[in-house]
């Protein structure tokens, strides 16, 4: 309970406000998915925003439709507003759910939704897995598409790959999910538009196995959802200015966190400070009245 209250302390800023420290290092690429977790019991969903390498939002809708999705996702694009009025992602990754798209359409009218591939990939994988030659086969060719180096050739290799299936796929469930795949080449072209956006959910999924493990201690979801809410942005930002793996820090110690690097500067060498002192205004960015 200690910790919780400390966390839901930090999550009384603004997650944008407090991460980003000016409208010029807003990223232009934006991605988006949903998580299934509980709320006192409840099944809710968690609406997270990715982009830049830190985590833009994470907000409860307590049902998948539009309507709500919107309302989830629409604390991101207020977050992002508070710092640039007039601020709009160039795309926008998503998975194939109508309601999510729907919902990004309807905040950032104008911006390009980008399809994830990889959700379509895994539909294939969990179906043919099993089938061992046929399936490496099937899955060199999937990927091999994917690397395509402009949407033309993408394209082309989408069509071959289906007017194989019907030769060289004998199982129809895994007929169908290639079929369905190669009918969203348009869908999936539009990211060759888009040079340097996410083609995958690869940003925000990785965000979500992380949550996984936070939740699962936590043993999900308990109290309000406005609580709850509270908890996730903190634990949100500790996601953002915590330093990352050796690894990657070894790329750029000077620059440890994911809050760091996209905005190219500290406030101070210790990563709590860093955020103490990043959140001190509440996330707040509007100019004093009497400057």
Not at 106 to 123: K, N, P, R, V
Request: glycine residues 8%; aromatic residues 6%; contains cysteine.
């Amino acid at each position: 309970m200690y910790w919780h209250r400390l966390g839901r302390t930090l999550g009384r800023s603004g997650l944008v406000g407090a991460t980003v420290k000016g409208p010029e290092r807003l990223p232009g690429h934006l991605v988006a998915d949903e998580k299934h977790t509980t709320l006192a019991g409840e099944e809710v969903y968690l609406a997270a925003t990715a982009g830049g390498g830190c985590c833009l939002g994470l907000a409860l809708a307590e049902k998948a439709d539009q309507d709500e999705l919107t309302r989830a996702y629409g604390v991101s694009r207020d977050g992002v507003r508070g710092l640039d009025p007039e601020y709009r992602p160039r795309t926008v990754n998503t998975d194939g759910w109508a309601a999510t798209q729907a919902a990004w359409r309807a905040l950032f009218q104008g911006a390009t939704i980008i399809l994830c591939f990889l959700h379509a990939s895994l539909e294939i994988r969990e179906r043919a897995k099993h089938l061992k030659e046929t399936f490496d086969a099937l899955r060199g060719r999937v990927w091999g598409a994917y690397h395509a180096p402009d949407a033309r050739t993408f394209s082309q290799r989408l069509r071959r790959l289906r007017e194989g299936a019907p030769k060289h796929i004998d199982k129809p469930i895994v007929r169908e999910k290639v079929l369905s795949l190669c009918e969203e080449r348009e869908a999936f072209a539009l990211a060759y538009a888009h040079p340097g956006c996410p083609r995958t959910s690869n940003p925000v999924d990785r965000l979500l196995r992380r949550l996984d493990c936070h939740l699962s201690c936590t043993q999900q979801l308990h109290g309000k959802s406005a609580a709850a809410e509270q908890g996730l942005r903190g634990w949100a930002l500790i996601h953002n200015f915590a330093p990352m793996c050796p690894w990657t820090v070894r790329e750029t110690p000077e620059l440890r966190s994911p809050a760091e690097r996209l905005n190219g500067k500290r406030y101070h060498p210790d990563w709590l400070q860093n955020l103490l002192i990043s959140a001190s205004l509440g996330g707040d960015r509007r100019a004093p009245r009497n400057p």
